[in-house]
């Protein structure tokens, strides 16, 4: 029996389920899955011995064991009821660990400026790996203590309203962040260097300094490239209004301010559900935190790794290209893996043991798990953003970056989920659907932000939808029609 066989009866029985998908380097795809596998390292961060046994990332898209991620919520409901701070506590946690990744990479910058050695340039590697693997239970971790965050505010607002999608969309306002994440404070600071812009005063280094400080957000998990001087001139050349689009943001804060204070006054909330509220805000911009400082830290080793596989004879860019192993292990993979594995890349975790695919292999590992999952015709999610009852506009299915293009003025996005570099096509648009989502997810946060509608969680939107569409997003049910 072929290894790809095998692989498909080990998971005839197990319940997968595709959580997140968007585009990933085998690098990515290998290193967002192994720790997640190991006890010794998701134990530091739940704090009790626990893995995902079953866990699978194919080229960015997700499966995961339902069993496991509700063994983990169940452990997080434990420990919280044994000790209220708990979840208070894990949040500081994994803000002081992802200070330290970057600490860490910040210190191997430095080092790298000096040393030229290319078996210096591969310890660097090892010990980003290393440092990395220590980062990266979180990310499940998080999603997971939101979801329990998400189920627990329902249940209290239950208390107030009887219908499901009232008491949703008053989740999705009441979790909303209090603390600016990463694109909003770019954006902040791109809109004041656009007014000095606008009056002639913008020094060279005003915009060395910018990109200095946010440059690394166009280069998200391995994708895209980092900003340049010629990208930032373009935004600033298309920036026609700096003080309007500023007022413009600040009253969209104060708007979105009004609503949770509304929205409290109207339940009267007691102290316990005030503070679940808090948590709750914590871990919605823990989310684009978490990804904010990998996609920093992985970024700041980019052009170390890039050189390290030149350095052995190969093209810039196979770096994405390699896994864990072949760095750990010094491993020389062949142009003919590389190539494979640049097709499709699959890490597969069966019962604690790890397996690789690529190329036709991986592809048709994917094809397999798919299947397993009917997901119907009807597109019904949960509504994240409601400034009107309806919206009505052209689909446009955007699978990567290299789909931006196709979004114009009032186009719906269809996706997977979106990511920051997202947010540019998301200012265009009149709406956005999504398969994933929950109060965690990146279209939930940047459509309140944005005041836009937005419809997450539907599962099944990039299936049933075809690009070019005309569609209607109903933010009263959550429906979402093709017209």
């Not at 704090?47 to 509700?70: H, M, R, T, W």
């Not at 823990?286 to 004879?313: E, H, K, N």
């Not at 190969?314 to 640049?342: Q, V």
Request: proline share 3%; charged share 25%; hydrophobic share 40%.
């Amino acid at each position: 029996m072929t290894i790809l066989n095998q692989l498909k009866e080990n998971t005839r029985d197990v319940s997968f389920v595709k959580t997140l998908d968007r585009p990933l380097a085998p690098f990515h795809t290998d290193l967002t899955v192994l720790p997640v596998t190991r006890v010794d390292l998701y134990k530091k961060v739940i704090l009790e011995p626990f893995a995902y046994k079953n866990e699978v990332c194919i080229s960015g898209a997700f499966y995961d064991d339902l069993q496991f991620l509700a063994e983990e919520k169940e452990i997080i409901r434990q420990k919280n009821v044994n000790n209220y701070d708990y979840l208070h506590e894990r949040a500081a946690a994994a803000e002081k660990m992802g200070d330290i990744l970057i600490a860490n990479c910040q210190a191997m910058q430095q080092r790298a400026k000096t040393v030229v050695s290319p078996a210096d340039r591969l310890a660097m590697i090892q010990q980003y790996i290393r440092n990395a693997e220590q980062f990266i239970p979180w990310f499940t971790f998080t999603i997971t203590a939101g979801i329990y965050l998400e189920e627990k505010i329902e249940q209290e607002l239950a208390h107030y309203f009887s219908d499901p999608q009232q008491i949703k969309m008053g989740t999705f306002t009441l979790t909303t962040p209090i603390r600016p994440n990463l694109l909003v404070l770019e954006q902040q600071a791109f809109l004041k260097l656009a007014t000095k812009y606008r009056r002639g005063e913008t020094a060279e280094s005003l915009l060395d300094h910018h990109l200095q400080a946010f440059g690394f957000i166009g280069m998200r998990t391995g994708g895209g490239s980092f900003w340049t001087i010629a990208d930032l001139q373009q935004r600033l050349d298309q920036c026609t209004d700096p003080q309007q689009e500023y007022v413009k943001q600040q009253t969209e804060m104060k708007t979105r301010a009004a609503e949770v204070a509304q929205l409290l006054k109207k339940i009267h909330p007691t102290d316990a559900f005030l503070d679940l509220i808090a948590v709750a805000q914590q871990y919605v911009w823990l989310r684009t935190y978490r990804s904010d400082i990998y996609s920093r830290s992985f970024a700041m080793m980019s052009t170390l790794m890039d050189a390290y596989v030149i350095s052995q004879g190969y093209e810039s860019g196979d770096y994405l290209a390699f896994t864990l192993d072949d760095y750990l292990n010094n491993r020389k993979p062949s142009a003919a893996e590389l190539t494979n594995r640049k097709t499709s890349f699959a890490a597969i975790c069966i019962e604690g043991k790890i397996t690789y695919l690529s190329g036709s292999d991986s592809l048709a590992f994917q094809q397999f798990l798919d299947a397993k999952q009917d997901l119907g015709q009807q597109v019904k999610g949960n509504v994240a953003s409601k400034p009107v009852a309806k919206v009505t506009g052209r689909a446009r299915l955007i699978a990567s970056s290299a789909d931006f293009n196709k979004v114009k003025l009032g186009d719906i996005v269809v996706a997977t989920m979106t990511t920051p570099d997202f947010v540019p096509i998301m200012k265009v648009a009149a709406g956005f659907v999504t398969d994933e989502g929950g109060i965690l997810c990146h279209a939930a946060i940047i459509s309140r932000e944005l005041n836009k509608p937005c419809i997450v969680g539907t599962q099944n939107a990039t299936k049933v939808i075809k690009d070019g569409d005309q569609i209607e997003m109903d933010l009263e049910t959550g429906n979402v029609s093709i017209l």
